[in-house]
């Protein structure tokens, strides 16, 4: 039987830049990370899957000595939003900072930058190997987990088992910790599937992230750094996603063109077309015992915005946070009152956004003519309006709200 301080289950972006915030500033503190698949390689990232970093994430990452580790992340310097069948648009570009943020006054100043999901695990985990005071375990496949008011129990599939003070779900959307704990679950399907897959081009993307909202769900075009390809999340009905996966390349070309209305002239598919069914989870309990839930075993979001991974980094930030302060005091890392103010706190953060994301899913959907018309002039307005711009773009670059501190723009010292 193995005896650690903190137990985190999974090596996702979240939980190993948790174990890395936790390793750095807690030297004393015996950290292990289980995790099912196999070690993070951060060599051979094919772009299957990628996300969008707020400048708050990239904060975080640079301030941990990752983000100079990534080979690739290139930068958007403006934000094209439109409707497909109406003058509804609006346009976002460093220019639009102002005062907000101290990075528009930089010349590398970003909107966001696009990294590989498993160049990014492969970075972290890179960097993570340095501190001691992290254990790893891959390819483990969790059989049992108990908590309670003193400890937590962990059993694996080859006889293993961990004891911890603290025991963290950072395992994905279908979180073994959440399930096998009994930590209620609401959760709604968006009826779409996100259609992924690497499109070249024949117009340059000039750094510009893009976003079209068709009747049928949004086509987001997120710029590579070849400034010929561009990364897709197409959203679609299921059955469609289907069709659309099972369409010779040329007809896939002819419709992925047509749905971006040709803003980058004619496409044509690079990768293998994957899809992955969109469902907005949220776990009306965060904290059990001594368990707790982080990133997407608390929360999943549709894509439309790109702040998954934003959200889910900002929660790992805020416990490690916590648990800083904590040990620091002389104070324990599994202290009720501080999981119960992570969880206030991270809560607020996650119910705000996913509020926000069904209302502009919602709205979008919307085809009555007058429906369309408040929309469109809604957006020109908007788009018209500095101030309100700023204050949109404010809380898209992760610049509002309770920010942990590691993610606030300034010197800080871990």
């Not at 996100?194 to 750094?207: D, F, N, Y």
């Not at 069709?243 to 070309?253: D, G, K, R, Y």
């Not at 965060?286 to 929660?315: E, F």
Request: with cysteine.
């Amino acid at each position: 039987m193995l005896d650690t301080d903190i137990l985190i289950t999974g090596a996702g972006s979240a939980g190993l830049t948790l174990a890395l915030l936790l390793a750095k500033n807690c030297p004393d503190l015996q950290i292990t990370v289980l995790e099912q698949g196999p070690a993070p390689q951060a060599e051979g990232a094919q772009l299957k899957r990628v996300s969008a970093l707020n400048p708050a994430s990239q904060r975080v990452l640079d301030r941990l000595g990752v983000w100079q580790l990534l080979n690739a992340k290139p930068a958007y310097q403006q934000m094209q939003v439109w409707e497909a069948d109406s003058f509804a648009r609006i346009e976002f570009a460093t220019s639009d900072l102002g005062a907000l943020d101290i990075s528009a006054m930089t010349s590398d100043a970003a909107l966001g930058w696009i990294v590989d999901n498993e160049e990014l695990r492969g970075c972290l985990y890179q960097r993570a190997q340095q501190y001691p005071n992290i254990q790893w375990k891959f390819d483990a496949r969790i059989m049992q987990i108990s908590a309670s008011e003193r400890q937590n129990l962990l059993t694996l599939a080859d006889g293993s088992a961990y004891i911890s003070k603290l025991l963290v779900g950072a395992d994905g959307a279908n979180s073994q910790v959440r399930e096998q704990l009994k930590m209620p679950l609401a959760f709604w399907d968006y009826d779409h599937h996100g259609l992924v897959a690497v499109v070249r081009t024949t117009e340059p993307h000039q750094a510009t992230a893009r976003q079209v909202f068709l009747p049928t769900g949004p086509l987001a075009l997120l710029p590579l750094s070849d400034p010929h390809l561009v990364s897709i999340v197409w959203s679609v009905a299921p059955e469609r996603a289907a069709e659309l996966i099972a369409l010779p390349a040329e007809q896939f070309n002819q419709a992925l063109t047509a749905a971006s209305q040709s803003v980058l002239g004619v496409l044509h598919v690079q990768t293998e077309r994957r899809s992955y069914p969109l469902k907005m989870r949220y776990a009306s309990q965060w904290v059990k015992h001594n368990a707790v839930l982080v990133a997407d075993a608390a929360h999943t979001i549709h894509p439309l915005a790109g702040q998954g991974m934003n959200l889910g980094l900002m929660d790992v930030c805020a416990l490690a946070e916590l648990i800083v302060q904590n040990i620091s005091t002389g104070r324990t890392c599994n202290e009720q009152r501080m999981l119960r103010q992570y969880e206030r706190w991270r809560k607020a953060e996650a119910q705000q956004m996913i509020a926000l994301m069904e209302a502009f899913k919602r709205g979008f959907m919307l085809q009555h003519p007058l429906a369309k018309l408040v929309r469109a002039v809604g957006m020109a307005a908007t788009n018209q309006l500095a101030p309100v711009k700023r204050q949109l773009l404010a809380a898209a670059l992760g610049n509002q709200g309770d920010l942990p501190a590691v993610a606030r723009p300034g010197v800080i010292s871990l």
